[in-house]
């Protein structure tokens, strides 16, 4: 079914910047919806950004509006996060996942990463 690779994740100080990839091997459908997520230490994974494949439509998380960007290059098959202000509770391991649907539930993502840990020292 291909496979959802993250890369960029690190270590970065309060205030700085990060940008993810994710890096899909098989076929993105005009309708499939790529998203991020992420599982901060000790909690439940919890929903980033998304945006549909066919347009620039995109959805934020409270939490990381007007701080994070989600993108695409539907020719390299790879979604982006730019992630900028950081702040020690954005630590946590960031996922990738490709759905069907635009929705912020986990439940409605097929495909997923393995994760790319993000820690942001204050």
């Known amino acids: 079914q291909g496979q959802l690779i993250e890369s960029g994740g690190g270590s970065v100080q309060a205030g700085g910047s990060l940008r993810l990839s994710c890096a899909a091997s098989g076929r993105i459908y005009s309708s499939s919806v790529m998203a991020w997520f992420r599982q901060p230490p000790g909690k439940a994974r919890e929903f980033v950004a998304l945006?549909?494949?066919?347009?620039?439509?995109?959805l934020y998380a409270d939490s990381v509006k007007g701080r994070f960007t989600i993108s695409r290059d539907n020719a390299k098959n790879t979604v982006y996060l730019q992630m900028n202000s950081l702040k020690a509770e954005d630590t946590a391991v960031y996922y990738c996942?490709?759905?069907?649907?635009?929705?912020?539930?986990?439940?409605?993502?097929?495909?997923w990463g393995k994760g790319t840990q993000v820690t942001v020292a204050s």
């Open positions: 996942a490709k759905g069907s649907h635009y929705s912020s539930n986990q439940a409605e993502y097929t495909h």
């Open positions: 945006t549909r494949w066919h347009s620039s439509s995109t």
